[in-house]
């Protein structure tokens, strides 16, 4: 899926995160968590196994997390990929089809 855009998705919330994906060159992560230290790297894993899924290969994606389960964090990075790939409700409706039962699991 090709990243065309800037897009966001979730919030700041606690159990929650927001994912910011934009347009970038090979896959650039930057995380922030209130319990990176605990988790860091299943976080870090959560994340690049959902762009691997979307077959994203080129993006700059911005993860604050704060404290979000692994189904919340591939929801948000989903959302955000999704939108930032031109997947929005006006693309929707106008025939633009989301890739159910492929990308999406």
Sequence with gaps: MEVTSTAMAGTLESSDCQV???PGTGIDLSIESSVI?????A???TILETLERLEV???KVTVV???ALDCTLKARVEGAVFRASGYTEDAICAGKKLPWG???Q
Excluded: C, S
């Design 57 to 59: 290969k080129d993006a």
């Design 43 to 45: 976080i870090k894993k």
């Design 37 to 41: 230290n605990q988790y860091g790297k």
């Design 65 to 67: 997390d704060k404290g």
């Design 102 to 104: 492929g990308a999406i």
């Design 20 to 22: 910011t994906v934009e």
